[in-house]
């Protein structure tokens, strides 16, 4: 548990005012004493974002920050310093071949998974992109365990979410590639996957939408109808209620996540191979692998692209042209949907934007309401284990940038971007202020609230 | 609706990821015995070879509840620990189970029944 830094506090005058303030509010400027559960999501958090495990210097976090979604791009990439440890590949000389591919990791975003085994380094490998971590107790249960990673098995020990962290460390963590434990890596403790299972698990959200939301905006109404439609768009089959689930009408309860061979990999001019390194085909699930990937969610969508495992596709948009193409419809899954309800999917122009836009506005909608979380804690002083609470401003700051730019990013909505941009101006006013902080935060939630009041209501 | 839901579900029910453990653990291999999370000590067995029947495709080990007989199949994967001599874990054969070495057992679907699923051979020297 952290402090919250004010502008000044090393100096000499600040210091003495810091101390005067600490006499006064001592106990009233505390966050709440936590909860058991709360404390151990605080370890995770530690864990994630600091334990390198005696390896290459990387933390979980360095693939999954917390300020870009706990996911990696080329945008994000390019503001980190050259020796970031994400960069491992390029300075470490135990780890200059067949580690990473720093072209593909700067230019798409790409990380190398040895998937199928560490036989053939040169030769047997995946490229894939980074999944974030959010809503993870809503998207990895399936009728047949735990889907982790993208092709859903991801993970050794019992495939289980908890177990992530250890082939995460022997993957992405090791000195050199000996992969030896106790000398290029430690094992994660016991103790340390619980902490780190829990801090995963208390990320982004906690309950699945209940589908059709009340949408004001026209053009994301009628993408909301599109998507549910069962026969135009047909979205909703694979991605129930706009999750990562199965609809249980179609697939039966409880069905879960689900892994299907979409045709991803038969996309043409896919941008990792237009860098001309080498990207052996991705089989997916199994080895040899069944050509099949998980469904990710669709609700966090939005502002983690680019899209697909092997982030094929930057835009949300192409993402919802892709089901169009040949790629899809020709695909195992594609081939069964037609037989299944007599035809592929083929959307408009007009119809694409609009299920895209729907799309953004419920990414737009889980930003607000993480947002309004971030800085109703921070007013409140409530201790938030999954968050440092000197950080929760800048996460809220986070969380309403991304909502910003997803919805100018669509043409959508500018009387709510405008009230996300006030959100940002008290938020930014709040993270400098001796006094007000609390009020401001509270006052930037209320423009979060009337920000979500533009887009939903009954 | 019911005939859609009918159809796409059989239809993707053949085309939606195998019912079966997922099979990709390539990094189980670098985990020395005894600390596979969520496996080791709940779902494997730990101790010494005692035979090898290479026509019975057998392995008998023996562990504090007594000795016993564990199937290898085609696809077991072997895999030899070389941890505690500060060497690379290896893809290891048959012919590397030898009677008094140490090893661990997952069995398939955690059926002890059935055939291992992968077997990690202690190698010391």
Same mark, same amino acid.
């Given at each position: 548990?952290?402090?919250?830094?004010?502008?000044?506090?090393g100096?000499?005058?600040?210091?003495?005012?810091?101390?005067?303030?600490g006499?006064?509010?001592?106990?009233?400027?505390?966050?709440?004493?936590?909860?058991?559960?709360?404390?151990?999501?605080?370890?995770?958090?530690?864990?994630?974002?600091d334990?390198?495990?005696?390896?290459?210097?990387?933390?979980?976090?360095?693939?999954?920050?917390?300020?870009?979604?706990?996911?990696i791009?080329?945008?994000?990439?390019?503001?980190?310093?050259?020796?970031?440890?994400?960069f491992?590949?390029?300075?470490?000389?135990?780890?200059?071949?067949?580690?990473?591919?720093?072209?593909?990791?700067?230019?798409?975003?790409?990380?190398?998974?040895n998937?199928?085994?560490?036989?053939?380094?040169?030769?047997?490998?995946?490229?894939?992109?980074?999944?974030?971590t959010?809503?993870?107790?809503?998207?990895?249960?399936s009728?047949?365990?735990?889907?982790?990673?993208?092709?859903?098995?991801?993970?050794?020990?019992?495939?289980?979410?908890?177990?992530?962290?250890?082939?995460?460390?022997?993957?992405?963590?090791?000195?050199?590639?000996?992969?030896?434990?106790?000398?290029?890596?430690?094992?994660?403790?016991?103790?340390?996957?619980?902490?780190?299972?829990?801090?995963?698990?208390?990320?982004g959200?906690?309950?699945?939408?209940?589908?059709?939301l009340?949408?004001?905006?026209?053009?994301?109404?009628?993408?909301?109808?599109?998507?549910?439609?069962?026969?135009?768009?047909?979205?909703?089959?694979?991605?129930?209620?706009?999750?990562?689930?199965?609809?249980p009408?179609?697939f039966?309860?409880?069905?879960?996540?689900?892994?299907?061979?979409?045709?991803?990999?038969?996309?043409?001019?896919?941008?990792?191979?237009?860098?001309?390194?080498?990207?052996?085909?991705?089989?997916?699930?199994?080895?040899?692998?069944?050509?099949?990937?998980?469904?990710?969610?669709?609700?966090?969508?939005?502002?983690?692209?680019p899209?697909?495992?092997?982030?094929?596709?930057?835009?949300?948009?192409?993402?919802?042209v892709?089901y169009?193409?040949?790629?899809?419809?020709?695909?195992?899954?594609?081939?069964?949907?037609?037989g299944?309800?007599?035809?592929?999917?083929?959307?408009?122009?007009?119809?694409?934007?609009e299920?895209?836009?729907?799309?953004?506005?419920?990414?737009?909608?889980?930003?607000?309401?993480?947002?309004?979380?971030?800085?109703?804690?921070?007013?409140?002083?409530?201790?938030?284990?999954?968050?440092?609470?000197?950080?929760?401003?800048?996460?809220?700051?986070?969380?309403?940038?991304?909502?910003i730019?997803?919805?100018?990013?669509?043409?959508?909505h500018?009387v709510?971007?405008?009230?996300?941009?006030?959100?940002?101006?008290?938020?930014?006013?709040?993270?400098?202020?001796?006094?007000?902080?609390?009020?401001?935060?509270r006052?930037?939630?209320?423009?979060?609230?009337?920000?979500?009041?533009?887009?939903?209501?009954? | 609706?019911?005939?859609?839901?009918?159809?796409?579900?059989?239809?993707?029910?053949?085309?939606?990821?195998?019912?079966?453990?997922?099979?990709?653990?390539?990094?189980?291999?670098?985990?020395?015995?005894?600390?596979?999370?969520?496996?080791?000590?709940d779902?494997?067995?730990?101790? %010494?070879?005692?035979?090898?029947?290479?026509?019975?495709? #057998? @392995?008998?080990?023996?562990? $504090?509840?007594?000795?016993?007989? +564990?199937?290898?199949?085609?696809?077991?994967?072997?895999w030899?620990?070389? %941890?505690?001599?500060g060497?690379?874990?290896?893809?290891? #054969? @048959?012919?590397?189970?030898? $009677?008094?070495?140490?090893?661990? +057992?997952?069995?398939?679907?955690?059926?002890?029944?059935?055939a291992?699923?992968?077997?990690?051979?202690?190698?010391?020297?």
């Amino acid at each position: 548990m952290k402090w919250r830094s004010h502008p000044g506090a090393g100096s000499l005058p600040g210091l003495l005012f810091l101390g005067c303030v600490g006499l006064i509010c001592a106990s009233s400027c505390r966050p709440a004493t936590p909860a058991p559960d709360d404390e151990l999501v605080a370890r995770g958090r530690d864990l994630f974002f600091d334990e390198a495990f005696d390896g290459n210097g990387r933390t979980c976090g360095s693939c999954h920050p917390a300020s870009n979604n706990f996911t990696i791009d080329p945008a994000f990439a390019v503001t980190l310093p050259a020796g970031d440890p994400l960069f491992a590949a390029e300075f470490d000389a135990g780890l200059g071949q067949n580690f990473e591919n720093p072209t593909l990791m700067r230019e798409v975003g790409l990380i190398l998974e040895n998937q199928d085994g560490f036989g053939d380094l040169e030769n047997d490998f995946n490229m894939r992109g980074v999944p974030h971590t959010l809503g993870l107790g809503l998207s990895i249960d399936s009728r047949d365990g735990p889907r982790s990673g993208w092709s859903g098995d991801g993970a050794p020990g019992d495939g289980s979410l908890r177990s992530f962290a250890t082939g995460a460390v022997i993957q992405h963590f090791p000195r050199t590639l000996g992969r030896v434990p106790g000398e290029d890596f430690r094992l994660p403790t016991d103790e340390e996957l619980d902490a780190l299972e829990a801090f995963q698990l208390s990320l982004g959200r906690q309950e699945e939408l209940t589908l059709p939301l009340p949408l004001k905006g026209r053009v994301a109404s009628r993408g909301q109808e599109i998507f549910n439609d069962a026969t135009l768009g047909k979205c909703s089959a694979c991605h129930f209620n706009a999750g990562a689930n199965g609809d249980p009408g179609v697939f039966g309860a409880g069905a879960g996540n689900l892994n299907f061979n979409t045709g991803v990999e038969d996309l043409p001019d896919q941008p990792a191979d237009l860098t001309g390194e080498p990207v052996p085909p991705d089989d997916g699930l199994g080895t040899p692998g069944d050509g099949t990937f998980n469904t990710p969610s669709l609700v966090e969508a939005a502002d983690t692209g680019p899209f697909f495992h092997n982030n094929s596709v930057e835009t949300i948009e192409g993402a919802v042209v892709f089901y169009n193409g040949d790629a899809f419809n020709n695909s195992p899954a594609g081939q069964l949907l037609a037989g299944a309800t007599g035809g592929g999917i083929n959307l408009d122009a007009t119809q694409v934007v609009e299920v895209a836009a729907f799309l953004r506005v419920i990414n737009t909608l889980e930003n607000i309401r993480q947002s309004i979380g971030f800085l109703i804690s921070f007013a409140e002083r409530r201790f938030a284990g999954n968050e440092e609470f000197d950080q929760l401003l800048a996460r809220a700051l986070d969380e309403t940038d991304d909502g910003i730019g997803v919805l100018v990013a669509g043409g959508l909505h500018p009387v709510a971007v405008a009230h996300l941009r006030e959100a940002r101006r008290l938020t930014t006013e709040a993270m400098e202020s001796w006094f007000s902080g609390e009020r401001l935060a509270r006052e930037a939630a209320r423009e979060q609230e009337l920000a979500r009041d533009e887009l939903v209501g009954l | 609706m019911l005939k859609y839901g009918t159809a796409i579900g059989v239809a993707f029910a053949l085309l939606a990821g195998p019912s079966f453990a997922f099979a990709q653990k390539t990094t189980e291999r670098f985990i020395p015995i005894g600390q596979s999370p969520g496996l080791s000590g709940d779902y494997t067995n730990i101790g %010494s070879i005692e035979a090898v029947s290479v026509q019975e495709r #057998t @392995v008998t080990m023996s562990d $504090a509840s007594g000795s016993y007989s +564990v199937g290898i199949a085609d696809d077991t994967h072997i895999w030899l620990d070389k %941890s505690k001599i500060g060497s690379t874990n290896a893809v290891g #054969t @048959v012919s590397d189970l030898q $009677a008094g070495r140490r090893i661990e +057992v997952k069995y398939r679907d955690n059926d002890p029944q059935a055939a291992a699923e992968w077997i990690k051979v202690e190698i010391l020297e």
